[in-house]
Nanobody, 112 residues
C-alpha cells in the first residue's frame, strides 16, 4: 500500500493551495482518509479527515478555511486550503489510520 502527496509550494498569506494524495495497493473507497501536518520544530498534528462514507472533520484552527474531499474513482483525497496563514506552514502528510501508512509529505510554505 502506498500514498503519494502533491501540490505543496510557496504561497502568500491569504492565498490558496490544493493538496492531492493518491492511494494505491488498497481498497481506497473503504478507508477513512486523514491529513496531518508537521510545522517546523513541532510535532505532527491532525488537520482533517474524511470518512469512507464522506463525512468530514477538521481541527479547530482550519475549520471554515480548509475543505477535505475524496474521489474514490481516482483513489485520491484532496485538501483545499484557503485564507492561508503563516501558521499553516508545515509538511503535510496523507495517512490511512487503519493501515498505519503515511505518504512522504509535501511542504507548504505561507510567507510574504
Amino acid at each position: 500500500a502506498q500514498l503519494v502527496e502533491s501540490g505543496g509550494g510557496l504561497v502568500q498569506p491569504g492565498g490558496s493551495l490544493t493538496l492531492s494524495c493518491s492511494g494505491s495497493g488498497f481498497t481506497f473507497s473503504t478507508y477513512d482518509m486523514y491529513w496531518y501536518r508537521q510545522p517546523p520544530g513541532k510535532g505532527r498534528e491532525f488537520v482533517a479527515c474524511i470518512y469512507s462514507f464522506g463525512s468530514p472533520r477538521y481541527r479547530d484552527s482550519v475549520e471554515g478555511r480548509f475543505t477535505i474531499s475524496r474521489d474514490n474513482g481516482k483513489e485520491t483525497v484532496y485538501l483545499q486550503m484557503d485564507s492561508l496563514k503563516p501558521d499553516d506552514t508545515a509538511v503535510y502528510y496523507c495517512h490511512v489510520f487503519a493501515l498505519n501508512i503515511w505518504g512522504n509529505g509535501t511542504l507548504v510554505t505561507v510567507s510574504a
